[in-house]
């Protein structure tokens, strides 16, 4: 599989298994209180030691902060010229992300389906892998992309 420069490409440039990888970002308890406190007020994202006697048995990050990492991430690693058109997708969580973990996302293209309708485009489907500094998956995410043709 091949990698992809930060150059901006458009659907001509894609190829089912294209990969990209982004760069790192820390998660700090701070953080995650901050956005579960605007976000997902649920006691094992707001206290660290409420979040003992949880499921989780510490605190953990919503999972939605860890989605809007992976989104940032992406969008940083993702070069898609016209942007990160989302059109659905499959998210699941694995491993909670915890404070201390350094997330990072292999990004791959799995199929590219040109529109009947409009040729200047095509879904593409990508799966978005959020791993942690200990190569362990956090969040799996298959999105369908919008990706268009470069405009002569």
Not at 31 to 52: C, G, N, R, V, Y
Request: charged residues 25%; contains cysteine.
């Amino acid at each position: 599989m091949s990698s992809v420069s930060s150059d901006k490409i458009y659907l001509d440039n894609l190829a089912v298994g294209l990969e990209f990888h982004s760069g790192e970002q820390p998660v700090e308890a701070d953080q995650i209180i901050a956005f579960a406190s605007q976000f997902d007020p649920q006691p094992f994202h707001l206290d660290a030691e409420a979040a003992k006697g949880t499921f989780f048995q510490g605190l953990v990050a919503s999972g939605w902060h860890t989605m809007a990492i992976t989104m940032k991430l992406i969008v940083e690693s993702v070069p898609f010229a016209d942007g990160i058109i989302g059109a659905g997708g499959e998210i699941s969580w694995p491993r909670p992300t915890r404070p201390g973990d350094t997330l990072y996302v292999r990004s791959s293209v799995l199929e590219i389906t040109p529109s009947r309708s409009k040729p200047d485009r095509a879904i593409v489907t990508v799966e978005c892998l959020t791993f942690g500094q200990d190569d362990e998956v956090r969040q799996k995410f298959t999105t369908k992309l919008v990706a268009f043709r470069k405009k002569d």
